[in-house]
């Protein structure tokens, strides 16, 4: 079965006033939109900027340029004597007491509160749109659910 010639197309509120004006003003709605067709598919896209050699070649230059400039600030960097740090103070050198101890479950890592178990799953919960309708996936039990909205 040969395809249809026949279309259905859903238009944005902005492009649709836009289509009523003239359909409003006088020019039939087919002819506009074959008209509309016709010249979308005869429009050719522009041809992307090819360097030239000369291009290439004064990017090249500029770009060594710049190399030159930043090689010799670093060397004028590296023969500025530096600052000495000040003496790390001796006395935060004390071993952790048991006060600064994190108490940790023996089994594992720490049990998540209500509000970060459910934080978690609504980021591992991905919503996807499929021709208009919200699809939610959301992870259930061994397998995944698909729910349509």
């Known amino acids: ?3 249809s010639p026949r279309y259905t197309v859903r238009l944005p509120p902005a492009l649709d006033a836009q289509v009523q004006a ?3 003003a006088g020019m039939p709605f087919a ?5 509309a067709l016709s010249a979308y598919l005869a429009d050719t896209p522009p041809t992307p900027h090819v360097p030239t050699p000369a291009d290439t070649a004064d990017t090249v230059q500029a770009l060594q340029e710049q190399l030159a400039a930043l090689t010799q600030r670093v060397e004028v960097l590296e023969q500025q004597p530096t600052r000495r740090r000040p003496p790390a103070d001796r006395r935060a050198d004390t071993p952790p007491t048991g006060a600064d101890a994190v108490a940790r479950p023996a089994g594992g890592p720490r049990k998540l509160t209500r509000r970060q178990a459910a934080a978690l799953r609504a980021k591992r919960q991905v919503v996807t749109w499929d021709h208009g309708r919200t699809q ?3 992870p259930h039990g061994r397998g995944e659910t698909n729910t349509t909205i």
């Open 22 to 24: 003239r359909v409003r």
């Open 31 to 35: 002819v506009l939109i074959r008209d």
């Open 1 to 3: 079965m040969p395809p």
């Open 136 to 138: 939610v996936i959301a």
